[in-house]
């Protein structure tokens, strides 16, 4: 192996392990300054029961968590086949994703500290920035820790599933998406993003044809038919809730008065 080659890699993993301690520390203290400003952290914005109700929360949990596991297997198809469509915000999302894991996890034990090695994202810290995103065997280790974290929210959403006593028809709807994902990534020999954005367009009824020439359109076209989508569905929940609430509160009503129309006449 060529020495300048060694060198270089050697390079390359202090860099990107640099630059990710770096970030982390960054994130945890604008994270923690935020969390000692009363006013961010009693704010009413902020609070997501101020627009949606308790019960659509709870579906929006079961949504995170299958959504986390999809966003996995996205980012690790991208580090296993290296495809270059749309691989620089792929890159961004698996460093930011990165850091939320670390935030998120202790570091107590053995175990946690070899789960917190593997969350660090040589390979698309250095496509970042040295443009060069082959280290297959270093993100070997990445892939795994995240195929493990693949089932730890799975778990998640199954203990939070039961313990909630809800159903699991939001189970169905991944699963319709990911073998349609999985279909047209196939079928259409096209990107991971690729495949996203149309099975998008399709399930969202907008068409087959993914929006969009660059990157970014894409990712905003998938924004946008994800994000109307949802909020589709939480303004009738929240509609429903609301006529259903308005009616039982005049059927109180109109019992209150009969119920004293009825004293009154004795």
Do not use: C
Not at 114 to 124: N, Q
Not at 138 to 158: N, P, S, T
Not at 184 to 207: D, K, Q
């Amino acid at each position: 192996m060529d020495y300048n080659f060694v060198l270089l890699l050697i390079l390359q993993l202090l860099v990107g392990a640099g630059i990710f301690i770096f970030l982390v520390y960054i994130a945890k203290l604008i994270v923690n300054n935020m969390q000692s400003i009363p006013g961010l952290k009693y704010a009413k914005f902020l609070n997501p029961v101020e627009y949606f109700p308790e019960e659509k929360l709870a579906s929006l949990k079961q949504i995170f968590y299958l959504s986390m596991v999809f966003i996995f297997i996205i980012i690790d198809l991208y580090l296993i086949f290296n495809w270059k469509d749309g691989s620089f915000p792929i890159f961004l999302l698996d460093i930011i994703l990165s850091i939320y894991l670390v935030m998120s996890m202790s570091t107590d034990s053995l175990n946690d500290k070899i789960i917190l090695f593997t969350l660090i994202p040589f390979g698309s810290i250095n496509g970042i920035v040295f443009g060069d995103s082959s280290l297959i065997w270093i993100d070997l280790f990445h892939i795994l820790g995240y195929f493990y974290f693949m089932q730890v929210y799975y778990r998640r959403f199954v203990k939070f599933t039961k313990s909630m006593g809800l159903g699991i028809s939001v189970l169905l709807l991944f699963s319709i998406v990911w073998v349609s994902f999985l279909v047209t990534m196939l079928a259409e020999g096209v990107s991971p993003l690729e495949s996203i954005t149309m099975v998008s367009n399709a399930f969202t009824s907008n068409s087959y044809e993914a929006s969009g020439n660059s990157v970014v359109g894409k990712l905003d076209s998938l924004i946008l038919a994800w994000g109307g989508f949802l909020l589709s569905s939480v303004g009738t929940a929240t509609l429903a809730a609301s006529i259903v609430k308005k009616q039982v509160d005049q059927q109180f009503d109109d019992m209150e008065n009969l119920i004293k129309s009825k004293k009154e006449e004795k």
